[in-house]
């Protein structure tokens, strides 16, 4: 008698390339944080759009690395993680009213983390909270988490970039990589893309 084996399925968030969000995702969103008075949230949403980060990168953002003693910076340089190499993104009006107001209510001091933890002191909010409240986010607006997560808000500047120019070079640095193919890759550029850029072209 052949043995058959047994497999238990569980529940798994489906995984792969997560979609860039829409700009009526992102004003939904964000008109929704505003009215819940939630502003954490808020700053860390309009934050995560504009620094494009990973979320290793962006949990670990201090004070600091956001303001000077002039308020909050246009221009922010820092170190990745992943990769050792420095990347350096705006932020825009929106992300400095919002910031402002975070570290205002919050209290936050230059040599503190931007975003703490609420449940270990001296800490900063982890990855795995940042996963779970993007999640929220999306359902504010009636989008399936599973089809989104953290780095839709990374890719959803340079996704609406690249969709407008072409400029995959641009895109490439505003991601922080080192490779033109990761960028390739990253967006999923096919090769309708690439024929189109092309043909647009007039020599």
């Known amino acids: 008698m052949l043995y058959t084996p047994s497999f238990r399925y569980t529940?798994?968030?489906?995984?792969?390339?997560?979609?860039?969000?829409?700009?009526?995702?992102?004003w939904g969103i964000r008109v929704r944080l505003q009215v819940a008075h939630r502003v954490r949230d808020l700053a860390l949403f309009d934050l995560a759009l504009d620094s494009k980060?990973?979320?290793?990168?962006?949990?670990r953002l201090r004070v600091s690395d956001l303001l000077s003693a002039s308020g909050v910076k246009r221009r922010v340089v820092i170190v990745q993680r992943k990769t050792g190499r420095p990347v350096q993104f705006e932020v825009t009006e929106q992300a400095r009213r919002s910031i402002?107001?975070?570290?205002?209510?919050?209290?936050?001091?230059?040599?503190?983390?931007?975003?703490?933890?609420?449940?270990?002191?001296?800490?900063?909010?982890?990855?795995r909270q940042y996963a779970r409240l993007v999640d929220k986010w999306v359902e504010l607006v009636g989008l399936?988490?599973?089809?989104?997560?953290?780095?839709?808000?990374?890719?959803?500047?340079?996704a609406l970039l690249y969709k407008k120019t072409g400029n995959l070079r641009a895109c490439?640095?505003?991601?922080?990589?080192?490779?033109?193919?990761?960028t390739v890759r990253y967006l999923g550029v096919e090769v309708d893309d690439a024929l189109e850029l092309s043909e647009a072209l007039e020599l």
């Open 11 to 26: 529940a798994r968030k489906p995984t792969g390339a997560k979609l860039a969000l829409k700009p009526f995702h992102v």
């Open 53 to 59: 980060l990973r979320g290793c990168d962006l949990v």
């Open 100 to 127: 402002a107001a975070w570290v205002e209510r919050k209290g936050l001091s230059f040599d503190d983390w931007v975003f703490p933890s609420r449940m270990k002191p001296g800490c900063h909010l982890t990855t």
């Open 144 to 158: 399936d988490p599973a089809a989104y997560g953290t780095h839709s808000l990374r890719r959803t500047k340079v």
């Open 172 to 182: 490439q640095l505003l991601l922080g990589h080192t490779k033109l193919e990761s």
